[in-house]
């Protein structure tokens, strides 16, 4: 059986943007739309829920830790090109490659998001059917495993987010081992990443579900608007 995971790619996209109050005050949308579609297990869902209800606790001071954890450091940062090109000029030309892939299924990037950030790609997935959802995300799986044994060893709950991601694509979450901020090995410099992804066939939330409430960050052309 397929189960429907639209709605909890988004939901997880939203944790893991920048905790603001806007941010926070989808939260109890989120924890709905995790339950309404129940694509990942009981457990998971906990463990999600807990991170919610910190970030709610702590407010203003989830800012600042969210900075410090994800934008001082490269063995947590969320734009994925990091893990693989680093600073080299190579990010660049795969930065277009990845744009034409959101163009090519009709989807056009918020001028203030990055295309590796990984609650873009997850946005981008969320608009696929399963199959070609779960087959994307694969294509980076390695990459969140590093990521997520890097948010273990710093002891964040933000981990099982990223868990939470490859439960959905049905990879491994068994985290790698990789030391916090070091170069991640060479051989993450030549697999092909987000190179076999299908552009067809879309999945929009109905109006009034719990995920319809998330703000949306890749844009739909307009009709008529050139490429």
């Known amino acids: 059986m397929t189960y429907r ?104 990037l918020d001028p203030a998001e990055l295309p590796d950030h990984l609650t873009v790609l997850l946005e981008y997935a969320s608009t696929q059917p399963t199959r070609e959802a779960r087959a994307f995300i694969g294509e980076f799986a390695h990459i969140l495993r590093a990521i997520l044994g890097a948010l273990q060893k710093r002891g964040s709950d933000y981990a099982c987010v990223i868990a939470a991601v490859l439960d959905l694509s049905g990879e491994s979450s068994q985290p790698s081992s990789v030391q916090e901020d070091a170069p991640l090995d060479d051989t993450w410099q030549e697999p092909p990443v987000f190179g076999g992804c299908s552009t067809q066939g879309q999945a929009s939330p109905k109006p009034g579900s719990p995920a319809a409430a998330q703000p949306v960050h890749i844009l739909r052309r307009p009709p008529g608007a050139a490429a």
């Open 5 to 108: 995971i639209a709605f909890t790619l988004r939901a997880l996209a939203h944790l893991l943007r920048y905790p603001d109050a806007a941010m926070r005050g989808h939260l109890t949308d989120i924890h709905a739309a995790l339950n309404a579609e129940q694509a990942i297990g009981t457990i998971r869902r906990s463990e999600l829920d807990a991170l919610m209800d910190r970030l709610l606790a702590e407010g203003m001071d989830a800012e600042a830790a969210y900075v410090d954890l994800f934008d001082r450091g490269r063995g947590t940062a969320l734009h994925l090109f990091e893990h693989v090109h680093g600073d080299s000029r190579d990010r660049g030309p795969a930065m277009i490659d990845l744009v034409k892939t959101y163009e090519q299924a009709g989807l056009l």
